[in-house]
Structures are given as structure tokens and as C-alpha cells.
């Protein structure tokens, strides 16, 4: 059973930045790939990136167009993403996910980030 906690999350102001952080209790943690996902108030969650088990390879969704990256540190079991030009459109809860069977199986409790105007 993997376990995910986020951290890092706030309130800022437009334009500003926050790096989240992401936890795993799995000691096989650099054995898989992660992703963080979002859901705003009224819309589905989406996928916002990813980043392979060895932190080689990273993908995006058009909307981050450069502002956000993913990385991680395997020897501390943590993958971050580091947001940067925030917009109020960014606000939403984010949540890192595991892909270990080939879905996004394991999910953590999401941290919310509120982008001010």
C-alpha cells in the first residue's frame, strides 16, 4: 500500500510561486512514475504532469506552458512541483498520484492552492 502525503500549499497572490511537495511511504518509491493531477471548485480533476522514475523524462499539459516543473529526489521518497507565474486559474486542489499497474492507483489527500488577483 502506497502511501502519499502533499504538502506546500496557500494562498498567494497572481504571479507568485509555490512548490508543492509530495511524500511516499514506499521504500520502491523510485521504481514508478508520478503525476499531479488538479480539480477547480465545479470542474473535473486534470491531469497537470509527470515525471518518470528516474526523474529523466517530464510531460505537461498545455495550460502549464512553462510556469510549472516537475522534479523529484528518490532518496527522499518526494517529488515536487514548483509553480511559478501563478494565475487565479490555477486555483484548485492538487493531488500527486502514483502509476504503479499502469493507472494512477495510489492518490493522496490533495493540498489546496489559491491564486489571488
Known amino acids: 500500500q502506497v502511501q502519499l502525503v502533499e504538502s506546500g500549499g496557500g494562498l498567494v497572490q497572481a504571479g507568485g510561486s509555490l512548490r508543492l511537495s509530495c511524500a511516499a511511504s514506499?521504500?520502491?518509491?523510485?521504481?514508478?512514475?508520478m503525476g499531479w493531477f488538479r480539480q477547480a471548485p465545479g470542474k473535473e480533476r486534470e491531469f497537470v504532469g509527470s515525471?518518470?522514475?528516474?526523474?529523466?523524462?517530464?510531460t505537461y499539459a498545455g495550460f502549464v506552458k512553462g510556469r510549472f516543473a516537475i522534479s523529484r529526489d528518490n532518496a527522499k521518497n518526494t517529488v515536487y512541483l514548483q509553480m511559478n507565474s501563478l494565475e487565479p486559474e490555477d486555483t484548485a486542489v492538487y493531488y500527486c498520484?502514483?502509476?504503479?499497474?499502469?493507472?494512477?492507483?495510489?492518490w493522496g489527500q490533495g493540498t489546496q492552492v489559491t491564486v489571488s488577483s
Open positions: 514506499e521504500r520502491t518509491f523510485s521504481s514508478y512514475n
Open positions: 498520484a502514483a502509476l504503479i499497474h499502469g493507472s494512477y492507483d495510489y
Open positions: 515525471i518518470s522514475s528516474t526523474g529523466r523524462f517530464t
